[in-house]
Every structure is written in structure tokens, then in C-alpha cells.
């Protein structure tokens, strides 16, 4: 204001300023979920030790601690940081993130960060981005985070072994521009732990060879560490779950009797379009972000389930649901908002010109037991060779009896034939099937790996490696 007068601005500013003041209509306080709802289930939050507000930087230390799995009984687990899952890292779209770790396993390990688009050298395979981290020794990962998302970090060594004895950890990338009220978000681990009955982890080649074909499944159901753990939620209000699977070799399939889940993302962030999804799947390695909205009365209980998922021979037999956590609903139902409109647009890859790769995931039942890609185990393979700018369309085709989750590092790529389309970088080839994905590699050339996420399977060398050399695509294809 200048002497006095009004302009127009000013006079704009003050209406804008007064309506955000009373509110649109006198209406009551947003419903709200009940004090310390989600304190039970949350997972274990890593502190912030930089003050500048883009960087996040934690010390993070991978060592062996005792946890409760079983009601009494002490289990002495591999961990980041003391706990099952390690600590969440959560920082938003373009922060830098430096993390200074330090090795106290009795065993060499690296860091793998599953699904961060960030360089070579920071991607944790053991061999080719880094030397293995020695017992004792320290390393600091150092990268900008590109992408919103749930994505989470794990070992990259003996991977069936410490992976499923306890070391992963969610990763969040928040995207301040992203509309914000899916719901109240829960952050949900999912994996398995295998017990012996006085708690002791079951030696990681329990059951030989034919364990090994099937993947070893933990006989413990663990969400965020714990054992059906209790969430407690007002009827009517939508949970966000921002689901992990970081289970070695389980695939997860969930229900909720009574009700369905909305799917609003996956591994690279938003969808374009929500889908309903009465039984959601999440394939080991893969996310799910998923709106769920608990229906029923003050104090009803509800249980959320795994049920059997069919992955191939031997996969569903005999296999009853199992509890995986509970919602207890406190207060009266409370009026449901409806979902924001998902804004995002997923640009079809243009395939036109795609260099064209055959993968086939392989068994050589010989002795020793070979699991491989194109007939070779991850031991005698040659990479893929491609170049930066360059698209490809992998043909990947399933010959064994079991399904695999193949994940890809470092890219994301699209599923042909599938709607909506999303971005993705862990898939699941089903018994005798083949899907087509197309990945367009931007500027960060290096060794990659891909590999059946069932841990098992990639151990015994159903892996391969992706060799991106610096250079120029081909014309007319700009980098995503
Ligand atoms: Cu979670 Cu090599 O992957
Ligand atoms: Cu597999």
C-alpha cells in the first residue's frame, strides 16, 4: 500500500488472506487418526546429522544384534544400525544423500540402494562398482536422489544370506509437488525370517539343492521387524501403505477381508491412474503404494493377510493365509475424502529402432547346480553391451517350473502390453512366460547387474551384467 491507496494487487491479497483466514465454510476439524496410532508398527527413523535442509547425511553401521522374533527368545540377527529393518533414510527429490557406513558384520558386504538411479560407482555390486566392504572398514556412498518413490537398500553380498538374516531398510523420496492427501502414511517392510525353535536362524543351504530351486522362505512373518504388529486407525480415514518387499524369496499377495486396496504407485513413484486392486501381489524386490480405507466399528479388529500367491510348482499347497498385522479401528467412522486425482503422465518409450535382447532364465540341473541367464551362470556370462542414449527391448522368457522376479539396476524400465503404464525396475516372469520391457539408458554408463530377485536363485547365477558405454545413442532419442 502506498499513501493509503489500494491498488488492485493489495486489494486481491487481502480477500485471498481473509478466506484462507475463516476457512471456506465453518466446517468442523479434519478427522484425525487416534494419539500415537502408527508408534507400534513404524519403522526405526535414521537422524540427520547435516543441517543444510538438501542434504541428508547418517552414519550407518551394519553389525550383528540380539532381537525378539519369538515371544522370549532372543535371535541374533545381522542389522543395520541394531535394528530389523535398519533405519528409513527419507529425503526428497534431489537431495544429495551421504551416507558414511561401516562394516562390523564378521563378513564383507556393499550396499545395493534398489531402484536410486544414481551412478555406477555408488550401486553397490561387489566386483564391479566397488570392492566388497571388508570387516572393520568404512565406506561412504555419496548421491542425489532423481526420483520420488519408496525404494529401500540392501546387501549386494551372499545376498540370500544377508538379506534374509535381517540387513534391508526402506529409502523414501518425497516429491514436495506431488499432491500430498493420499492418506496417512505408513511406511510397511514386509519379509520372513527362518527359525529354528530356539531361535537360532536357520543356516542360510538349509535343505540343499531342491531348497535352493524353490527359494527358501523364512517360516516367521515379519512387518517392520516385528511379528503382526497393531496398527490402530479411525474407520473411514485412508491409509497410505507404502509397501516393501524385502522377503528373499516370498511373494506377497494381501487381503483384507471386506475390503480392497487402491493402487496409486509402484517401484518408480506415482501411476498415472489409480487401479483397484482386490488382492495386491508385490513380487520379491517390488513396492506397492497403496491406499486402503479401514471399514467398521470402534474397537473392531482387522487382520491384514498373506495368502498364497501361485509362483510355480509346490508354490500354494497346503499354504493357509497368514496373519501379517492388525488394524484396531478407534472412534466413529469418519466421513471419507475423496482420492486426489493422480497428475502424473508416463510417457510411452518409444521403441521404434530398440536394439532387441533375448534373456532366458535357465536351469542346468547338473552338479554343481546352476541356475543361469542364456544357459550361463552369472560366473561365465559375458554383459549385455549397450551405450548411453541407446533404447532396448528385452525379451525375458521363463523355462523353469518357478516364476522369477527379474530386476534390472540403475534404469527403470516400461512392460509392454500392460496398462497403466508405469515405471518399474523389478518384474515379475511368470512359469512358462515371457514379458517385454523397454529401458532407455541416460548418461551414467557402468557395469549394472540384473538378476532374479528371488536371492536364491541369484546367488546360485541366474544374474547377469548390463554394460553401458559412454557414447551416443542413436539419433532422435533424448535422454528421460
Ligand atoms: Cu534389490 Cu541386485 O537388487
Ligand atoms: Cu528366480
Known amino acids: 500500500m502506498v499513501d493509503g491507496k489500494l491498488t488492485r494487487s493489495t486489494i486481491l491479497g487481502l480477500i485471498v488472506l481473509a478466506c484462507s483466514a475463516c476457512g471456506a ?59 530389523v529393518p535398519g533405519p528409513l533414510l527419507r529425503a526428497q527429490v534431489g537431495d544429495r544423500v551421504i551416507v558414511d557406513f561401516t562394516n562390523n558384520l564378521p563378513d564383507p558386504t556393499t550396499i545395493h540402494w534398489h531402484g536410486l538411479r544414481i551412478p555406477a560407482a555408488m550401486d553397490g555390486a561387489p566386483g564391479h562398482s566397488q570392492p566388497a566392504i571388508q570387516p572393520g572398514a568404512t565406506f561412504t556412498y555419496d548421491f542425489v536422489v532423481p526420483d520420488a518413490g519408496t525404494f529401500w537398500y540392501h546387501p549386494h553380498v551372499a545376498s540370500a544370506a544377508q538379506v534374509g538374516d535381517g540387513l534391508y531398510a526402506p529409502l523414501i523420496v518425497d516429491d514436495p509437488a506431488e ?46 521387524g516385528k511379528v503382526r504388529p497393531t496398527l490402530r486407525a479411525r ?4 491409509l497410505r501403505l507404502r509397501v516393501v518387499n524385502a522377503a528373499k524369496s516370498r511373494y506377497y499377495q494381501l487381503t483384507l477381508p471386506g475390503h480392497g486396496f487402491t493402487r496409486i504407485g509402484g517401484d518408480g513413484g506415482l501411476l498415472s491412474e489409480p487401479i483397484g486392486e482386490p488382492l495386491p501381489v508385490v513380487i520379491p524386490g517390488e513396492r ?26 509346490g508354490s500354494t499347497f497346503n499354504r493357509p493365509d497368514e496373519p501379517l ?31 532387441l535382447v533375448d534373456i532366458k532364465l535357465t536351469l542346468d540341473s547338473g552338479t554343481p547346480l546352476a541356475l543361469g541367464i542364456n544357459g550361463q551362470p552369472s560366473w561365465e556370462s559375458e554383459p549385455v553391451q549397450a551405450r548411453v542414449g541407446e533404447t532396448q527391448l528385452w525379451t525375458v522368457s521363463n523355462t523353469m517350473d518357478w516364476a522369477h522376479p527379474f530386476h534390472l539396476h540403475g534404469f527403470f524400465f516400461q512392460v509392454l502390453d500392460r496398462v497403466p503404464l508405469e515405471w518399474k525396475d523389478t518384474v515379475d516372469v511368470p512359469v512358462n512366460g515371457t514379458v517385454r520391457l523397454l529401458a532407455r539408458y541416460d548418461d551414467r554408463p557402468g557395469m549394472w ?9 541369484a546367488d546360485a547365477g541366474m544374474m547377469g551384467m548390463l554394460q553401458v558405454g559412454p557414447g551416443t545413442g542413436q539419433a532422435g532419442h533424448t535422454e528421460h
Open 25 to 83: 465454510e465453518p466446517s468442523e476439524p479434519r478427522a484425525r487418526q487416534p494419539e500415537g496410532w502408527d508408534e507400534e508398527i513404524a519403522p526405526a527413523r535414521a537422524v540427520d546429522l547435516d543441517p543444510e535442509p538438501n542434504v541428508l547425511r547418517v552414519e550407518l553401521e551394519a553389525k550383528l544384534a540380539e532381537v525378539e522374533w519369538l515371544p522370549g527368545t532372543k535371535t541374533e540377527a545381522w542389522t543395520y544400525d541394531g535394528t
Open 179 to 224: 499432491p500430498a492427501a493420499f492418506g496417512d502414511e505408513v511406511v510397511l517392510v514386509l519379509s520372513d525370517v527362518a527359525l529354528a525353535p530356539d531361535g537360532r536362524l536357520e543356516p542360510p543351504d538349509a535343505s540343499g539343492d531342491l531348497a535352493t530351486v524353490f527359494g527358501r522362505e523364512g517360516n516367521v512373518l515379519l512387518v517392520n
Open 235 to 238: 474407520p473411514g480415514l485412508p
Open 288 to 313: 506397492a503404494d497403496l491406499v486402503l480405507v479401514p471399514q467398521g466399528r470402534d474397537g473392531e479388529l482387522l487382520t491384514v493377510w498373506w495368502h498364497a500367491y501361485d509362483r510355480g510348482f
Open 325 to 355: 498385522f492388525d488394524i484396531r479401528l478407534e472412534g466413529e467412522p469418519a466421513p471419507t475424502p475423496a482420492l486426489p486425482e493422480l497428475t502424473r503422465t508416463i510417457e510411452p518409450l518409444d521403441g521404434a529402432g530398440a536394439t
Open 449 to 457: 547387474m540384473f538378476h532374479c530377485h528371488i536371492l536364491d536363485h
